[in-house]
């Protein structure tokens, strides 16, 4: 496919790296010089380009722009009939991004996660989930969602990520002042956490860790009795709430 991008900042270079060896021709928005220059001497099917620049050499233009600065940069631009487009922007509905780029189609909402540029990442979305399982279905799991509150639930919980990172961090912090070598000991928390979540739902792998006076039952109970899990579903309700 001829794919373009438009603000070429840190999760567009993130999509753009998750796919510039999949034999695609794609064109970056030059602005954003040295994510840009960086991905053109990475990739051979990069090439750099002004902003009509990258909608002329396209036919699916992703738009990597801040949602409050994206009517601005994209209304001196003529999109046409047949290009599709994917918004990355989280804070734009379909419908505010099919105004922006008509008489182009907005096809869909997608928003990925930094792991893209590896794969193996999640990747929320509202639309046509088939053009974006064409270009990035085959690395990631595209998980596509069915209307604007159902995204902004997932937006709303996946920002578990970070405190669940805090608490890897302070439990590697803990262990650190234990221990002859502290990278190795944070290492191998994140090597337990992820590799255990990846290979069984949360529940299942409560359960299996739930042994009577066992070292994981007696953590998770403690904090548990502590409010951590109120404190955790009070923050999502704030989220929600905007
Ligand atoms: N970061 C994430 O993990 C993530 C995940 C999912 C969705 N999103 C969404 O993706 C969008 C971008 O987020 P981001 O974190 O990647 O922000 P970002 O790094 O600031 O990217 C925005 C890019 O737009 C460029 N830009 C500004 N004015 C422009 C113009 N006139 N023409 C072309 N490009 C222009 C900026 O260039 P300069 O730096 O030169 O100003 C910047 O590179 C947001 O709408 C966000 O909601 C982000």
């Known amino acids: 496919m001829r794919i373009g991008i438009i603000g070429t900042g840190t999760i567009a270079s993130a999509v753009v790296r998750g796919i510039a060896n999949d034999g695609h021709q794609i064109t970056v928005s030059e602005r954003s010089a040295a994510n840009a220059q960086a991905l053109a001497a990475e990739f051979d099917s990069v090439s750099i380009a002004s902003n009509q620049g990258v909608i002329d050499q396209s036919d699916v233009v992703i738009l990597g722009l801040m949602a409050e600065a994206a009517g601005d940069i994209l209304a001196p631009l003529t999109f046409r009939a047949y290009q ?31 792991g893209i540029a590896k794969g193996g990442s999640p990747i929320l979305m509202l639309g046509d989930e088939t053009l974006v399982g064409q270009i990035f279905g085959t690395r990631n799991q595209v998980i596509a969602l069915q209307d604007a509150a159902e995204l902004n639930a997932y937006l709303c919980a996946q920002a578990v990520l970070s405190p669940a990172a805090r608490m890897v961090s302070d439990a590697a912090n803990w262990l650190g002042a234990r221990v002859s070598d502290v990278a190795k000991g944070e290492a191998f928390l994140r090597v337990l956490v992820a590799s255990s979540l990846e290979g069984a739902t949360a529940d299942a792998l409560i ?36």
């Open 207 to 242: 359960s299996a860790l739930n042994t009577e006076g066992g070292y994981n039952q007696r953590l998770r109970l403690h904090m548990e009795n502590a409010g951590t899990g109120a404190i955790l579903a009070e923050g999502l309700d704030k989220l929600e709430r905007g």
């Open 84 to 114: 599709q487009v994917i918004s990355l922007m989280a804070g734009a509905s379909l419908d505010a991004a099919a105004a922006l780029v008509a008489p182009a189609q907005a096809r869909a909402i997608m928003l990925p996660f930094p």
